[in-house]
Structures are given as C-alpha cells and as structure tokens.
C-alpha cells in the first residue's frame, strides 16, 4: 500500500522515469519523455517522483540479476562440458578458470559471513 502522502504520477512523470532508467544522461531523458529538463530536475526533488524512481531502478535492478543469474547457470554448464573437451589446452584453461572462479565465490562468501558477525557483534547480538 503506498504511503498517503505519496501522491500518483502523472503520465509525463511516469513517461520520464521509464527514460531515466534508460537514457544516458537527465537531458536524454527530458526529450525521450518529452519533457523539459529544468522540469526533470525539479521533480528529482520531489518525494513522490524520487520514490517511483527509485522503485523503478530496484525493480530493473533485480530482473537485471536474475538474467545475470540464468546467464551464470548457462556459463557454468559451458564450462563443465569444455572440461571434458579432448582438446588437453581447452581442458587446462576451463580448469584454471573453474578454480580461479571457485576461489573467488568462496573469498566472497567468507567475506560476507565474516561482515555478517562483525556487525552481529556491533549491535550486541553476539
């Protein structure tokens, strides 16, 4: 449920935040929009605009990973099969890549659970 005090978009605003998720800069997506840019400003200032904008950029956010993650698991499965070639060069090198890939997933899963009890401990749950 939105909050009360966050007012609907009109069409230009929605068009304008539709562009800045895709246009390179405020000015690109004034004209894509329609709008002018002083106006784009203007509503980058306003709650209701800076709220849908960022809705906006999380929602892209988070189908932008999940392709990322379909690319991932199909990236995987290549490798796996280039492990098997007959080609001993082509084998190597999917190794040194499979290993050099598996170092870092857990570097960064360590990193992330050492974090997490860092700040377990900075709030007194530890």
Known sequence: MPHPAIRELTGPQRRTV????????IEAAADAAGVNRNTVSRWMQEDPFRVELARARARLFDETMMQLQEVMRESVRVLAGLLKSKSEGVRSRAVGIALGLGMKATEAIDLGERVRRLEDINAGRE
């Open 18 to 25: 539709a562009a800045l998720l895709t246009a390179g800069s």
